[in-house]
């Protein structure tokens, strides 16, 4: 193997970095070959959805979890009443499509490193 010389990168470099994007993942609760398209987010949309699910200064998770839901499920777009029905299905299938979303954003390791109130409480 070839020894790599570390180089930092320039912020050119850093701001090239590609966009989110838009992915199809299996949901084998619902059949084979049955699929979703779910996308990542940025930092601000993850921070805009936290701000969203505040309720007095506080994030309420169940809050925030629909919102990660609603924005990182592209297709099919399901509307608030329909996710609310989603939420009497098994929770793998639920699980495995949010599960999904925030591996996609990056959210999943800062979740498990931070716990979810050190991570819900925000900057």
Avoid: H
């Avoid at 979703?36 to 987010?41: E, L």
């Avoid at 929770?91 to 390791?109: H, P």
């Amino acid at each position: 193997m070839d020894d790599v010389k570390a180089t930092v990168l320039s912020a050119e470099e850093l701001l090239a970095a590609p966009d989110c994007v838009t992915r199809e993942i299996e949901v084998p609760e619902l059949g084979p070959g049955r699929t979703v398209r779910i996308k990542g987010f940025t930092k601000q949309q993850a921070t805009d959805c936290r701000e969203r699910a505040k309720a007095d200064g506080v994030v309420d998770m169940a809050a925030l979890e629909r919102e990660w839901f609603l924005q990182g499920l592209v297709e099919p777009k399901v509307t608030p009443a329909q996710y609310d029905a989603l939420l009497l299905k098994p929770a793998g299938l639920y699980f495995r499509i949010l599960n999904a979303i925030l591996a996609e954003s990056g959210l999943t390791e800062e979740v498990a490193r931070d716990g979810r109130k050190g991570f819900l409480a925000g900057p």
